[in-house]
């Protein structure tokens, strides 16, 4: 079955410890990205990757991390998380980097900061 | 910059009630419009989407319409269920700096009751 994958679905941590969201992808997809999702704020995007070893800032980058060493997966990273990023994050995925590209959407990881 | 302006929820309907959910649109470039859904506790799918000026997008009975005249994309559909009960979400993708830039509307919870 075509998907995204994401783990954990749920986290709770305290502030500065760091921790690592997987992502995963089955449909070799060139185009990754994460995005995080707040009330009344839609989604925003946070990292993307083009390809392999090609990242790139999206709008809301400060305090994360990201790598694509391999074309299925696309990690996030927060090295010392704190409480404003406490949030719903969801990778997504494409096969192209076209307008038309429709995105693939991850179950999502609800995280918790205390 | 590309922005996405939708209607504001909730919204709550009866069962067979005529939907429509409203989306306007700014943007530098000549975007792709998308309509993505969010059942609870799910990541976000595509319901449809329209590539140019005046395409029509339809999924399940949902449709819309890319208005350039407009720039609008409103959702509608002709008699609800309660299973279309989710979180809709008007996006616009667009081709900036070589990379595809997906802006999201910040979406809209609708409930449809029996």
């Known amino acids: 079955e075509a998907q995204v994958t994401q783990n954990p679905r749920y986290l709770i941590t305290v502030t500065g410890k760091k921790l690592t969201v997987t992502c995963s992808q089955n449909?070799?997809?060139?185009?990754m990205s994460w995005y995080r999702q707040d009330p009344g704020l839609g989604l925003r995007q946070i990292y993307y990757s083009m390809n392999v070893e090609v990242t790139d800032k999206g709008d809301v980058p400060e305090g994360y991390k990201v790598s694509r060493k391999e074309k299925r997966n696309f990690p996030l990273i927060l090295e010392s998380p704190s409480p404003n990023q406490t949030s719903l994050y969801f990778c997504a995925s494409s096969f192209g980097q076209g307008s038309t590209d429709t995105q693939y959407f991850g179950p999502g990881t609800r995280l918790t900061v205390l | 910059g590309d922005s996405v302006t939708q209607m504001e929820g909730p919204v709550t309907l009866s069962e067979e009630a005529f939907l429509t959910i409203n989306c306007t649109y700014t943007?530098?470039?000549?975007?792709?419009l998308f309509w993505y859904v969010q059942y609870p506790g799910e990541g976000l799918q595509l319901l449809l989407k329209?590539?140019?000026?005046?395409d029509k997008g339809s999924n399940k009975g949902f449709e819309a319409t890319y208005r350039k005249e407009t720039t609008s994309f409103h959702l509608e559909k002709g008699s609800v269920q309660v299973s279309d009960s989710a979180v809709y979400f008007c996006a616009l993708s667009d081709r900036i700096q070589g990379a595809q830039k997906l802006v999201f509307g910040q979406g809209t919870r609708l409930t449809i009751n029996p």
């Open positions: 449909m070799n997809h060139e185009y």
């Open positions: 943007a530098t470039g000549y975007p792709s």
């Open positions: 329209a590539t140019k000026a005046d």
